[in-house]
């Protein structure tokens, strides 16, 4: 398919005109009277409104424009780039900056390939075909690293295919109830509905000797519209990159989990990653439709069950039989030096007490979307706080701002500087995240329930592009649910809620350490739409400006939010936690939980009386925080409070089999990667029908809800 020359014209032009932006996001909205955690917001209003006049469209784009001129893989050349350029604008706006290095495991592809067989010998395809469309003006570069996945294993093995649609756990389970022996096999398996990294480590529990991972088009392909150059869908050749670590079982350096792998680290204090529990052993290679329809075409066995047939015009069958594949990895696998860049801001009244926004800049190719719209976006926001430090404004709170390497290869530059400045950031008031910034204009977000009407109060002082505000346009999308296709990644509230819905935190971000290993209250933002280049050659410039945003007011008005997330925390009087919502959510999971049916021998009593003396707690305290009072010690002592409850729901023990993770409420599951299981502890014993775990989790769970309620008790 070809782009037409009108449109391609346009594309190539859009850099270098001027911008018109619509008078909705140049016009911030009407500030509120009040703002919950300011006892008097007028003040803060006028910062607001100082603030919200800065963030630019067109400055944004260009901001954009550079960091994915070229390919910048983690610990790449090109990498260093951008993360000089990030710090050059942290140091132009006024904060104290530094490029802080790690050296951490990464893996490079030597050589990736396969070929398939048919039964009778004859050859099916050779691969990976090359990324390629009728016209991109990035594709051709010859420093776009190969498809690979990040942690796959080394190797050369041949076997028999096996398809397993998602590899979801459930998926694996039909296929062993068919009594089909994975040992020795090579499973396809399609993008979609989980992490990759769990379709790799089931298959390897499983016995299987390597994974395809193939995007169908039923997911975001030509199923879904057109596919680019000439609409935003993935076109046949295009491969989905990504990691494939095992995060779920801990995420950063490989052989340094809940340690720094700062640059002067020992080697001797390095472990073995294949012993540690979060690497595969196994092959596994992504590949795109256009390499995996023959080989699925000529698989033979039975048909498969109803719900697993993707869009590629023929029967799918389970295999076992019909074709063979060669799979050879090559992975170099080296200590890399990658580079965190770290801006400070430094608070007058709460200087030990941070307030964080973060988000990564390394992308697999190019990156348009994922994460550079989301670095262009905080530029843009770091650009409105310099104009606010220019006229001589300073945060209560110091106010940190990230720009994290490796998060690609497993949330590692997040990680390592998280695990460096634990001890500070049992302090820190909040941790804000924009990753996908902008793949189209529907808002979404997901948060810990006492940030969750935080978001939506910053959400209604931000003009929408579409008119209103990005909170009234939200709530008339209602996108509650709302999924960028074949990332897996779906936002999701495990709780019933009377207003927009705003998700759980799983992971597949840079929040995950902050929250679930050190109990930082965090958020969650993204701007989402048909978004169908993730991780391949083609989420690049020419994308973007065609498909997400071409004249980069969506850019803006994530700008805007996170600025105002960040000003909101750092300058409230009193955090503006929500722990009433917390505590009805709580309530609502343990209600879920015991309705399983392995849940009967359970006794829940202890657990949801601790949940309502947590709720009568925390309706006490919020009446309190509406009306704390002017001494500062006393105000200085519920900031404490408030800030020790969240803290208070981390148990130092972890989870099983998993004790990096130390959240009680929410984790990512072990068998969905991203999205978040609340009560993790109880919840996936119960999955795994053993109720004696399920009870000790129980316990735990309840003296973690207890020693959060009394906390709440001592701040009335």
């Known amino acids: 398919m070809r782009l037409r020359p009108a449109v391609l014209s346009v594309v190539c032009t859009l850099a270098f005109l001027p911008i018109t932006l619509p008078v909705s996001a140049q016009t911030p909205a009407s500030a509120p009277a ?11 209003s006028k910062i ?5 006049a800065v963030p630019d469209a067109k400055l944004a784009g260009q901001h954009l424009k550079i960091l994915t001129a070229k390919p910048h893989i983690a610990s790449s050349p090109e990498d260093h780039e951008t993360a000089e350029y990030v710090a050059q604008k942290f140091i132009a706006a006024g904060l104290e900056t530094k490029i802080v290095p790690y050296r951490v495991l990464l893996n490079q592809p030597r050589k990736v390939s396969f070929e398939a067989h048919s039964d009778e010998g004859a050859l099916l395809i050779t691969g990976p075909a090359r990324e390629h469309v009728s016209s991109d003006p990035f594709q051709d570069d010859p420093r776009v690293v190969m498809p690979f996945n990040g942690s796959s294993g080394s190797g050369d093995v041949t076997g028999e295919v096996v398809y397993a649609n998602y590899g979801r756990l459930e998926d694996f389970d039909a296929l062993a109830a068919q009594n089909i022996d994975l040992h020795g096999k090579i499973v396809m398996v399609r993008y979609g509905a989980n992490f990759r990294g769990v379709k790799v480590y089931i298959a390897e529990q499983r016995g299987a000797v390597g994974v395809l991972i193939y995007s169908d088009p039923q997911d975001d392909g030509y199923f879904q519209g057109d596919v680019y150059p000439d609409g935003p869908w993935r076109p046949e050749s295009a491969v989905q990159r990504g990691s494939v670590q095992y995060l779920f079982k801990y995420p950063g350096d490989p052989q340094t989990p809940g340690v720094a792998s700062t640059v002067d680290l020992p080697d001797s204090a390095r472990l073995d990653p294949l012993k540690t529990g979060n690497q595969p052993s196994i092959i596994s290679i992504p590949i795109s439709y ?5 080989i699925l075409q000529a698989m033979k066995g039975a048909s498969v069950p109803k719900g697993w047939q993707g869009a590629l015009p023929f029967s799918y069958h389970i295999g076992g039989s019909g074709v063979s594949i060669h799979l050879i990895s090559d992975q170099d696998y080296q200590i890399r030096t990658i580079w965190d860049v770290i801006g ?9 007490n941070w307030v964080v926004i973060g988000n990564h800049r390394d992308a697999w190719v190019y990156g348009a979307v994922d994460p550079n719209s989301g670095t262009a976006a905080m530029l843009e926001a770091v650009h409105g706080f ?7 404004w300073k945060p209560k709170r110091t106010i940190v701002v990230a720009s994290w390497d490796a998060e690609e290869e497993g949330l590692i530059g997040s990680t390592e500087w998280t695990e460096e400045h634990a001890k500070v950031l049992e302090h820190a008031a909040a941790y804000f995240n924009v990753d996908v910034a902008v793949a189209g204009s529907q808002f979404s977000a997901e948060a810990v329930p006492s940030l969750k009407e935080f978001i939506r109060e910053v959400a209604k002082q931000v003009p929408s592009p579409k008119g209103g505000t990005v909170y009234s346009q939200w ?35 840079d929040f995950t350490p902050f929250l679930q290993h050190v109990g930082v209250p965090s958020t969650d933002i993204g701007s989402h739409g048909s978004y169908g280049v993730y991780h391949s050659v083609f989420d690049n410039y020419a994308w973007f400006t065609q498909n997400a945003d071409p004249t980069f007011v969506y850019l803006q008005e994530m700008a805007r939010i996170l600025g105002l997330e960040a000003l909101h925390m750092a300058d409230a009087d009193v955090l503006p936690y929500d722990y009433v919502t917390y505590g009805k959510e709580i309530a609502s999971y343990l209600d879920s939980a015991k309705r399983k049916p392995s849940a009967k021998t359970l006794d829940f009593a202890p657990a949801e009386a601790a949940a309502t003396r947590f709720t009568r707690a925390a309706e006490a305290v919020h009446s309190r925080q509406l009306n704390p009072g002017a001494n500062a010690a006393q105000l200085t002592q519920l900031n404490q409070s408030l ?28 068998y969905t990667g991203y999205a978040a299981v609340v009560i993790p502890g109880v919840n996936e014993a119960l999955d795994a029908k053993n109720p004696t775990v399920a009870n000790q989790q129980l316990d735990v769970l309840t003296q973690a809800i207890n020693r959060a309620a009394q906390t709440l008790e001592a701040a009335e």
């Not at 009040?34 to 803060?44: E, R």
């Not at 256009?290 to 023959?294: C, F, I």
């Not at 400070?344 to 030990?352: A, L, N, V, W």
């Open 34 to 44: 009040q703002v919950f955690g300011y006892t008097d917001f007028t003040a803060q």
């Open 48 to 52: 607001d409104a100082d603030f919200l």
């Open 290 to 294: 256009h390499d995996a329809s023959p």
């Open 344 to 352: 400070k801001i430094k608070g007058t009244q709460y200087p030990d």
């Open 386 to 392: 310099g104009a606010l430090i220019k006229a001589g």
């Open 475 to 509: 709530k008339l999308a209602s996108i509650g649910e709302v999924r960028d296709s074949n990332t897996g990644h779906v936002p999701h509230a495990n709780a019933p809620s009377d207003d927009v819905a705003v998700g759980d935190l799983g992971s597949g971000s």
């Open 643 to 670: 800030r020790d409850t969240e803290a208070d729901f981390i148990s130092e023990t972890g989870l099983p089999n998993r004790s990096w993770y130390k959240h009680t409420i929410y984790a990512p599951g072990e």
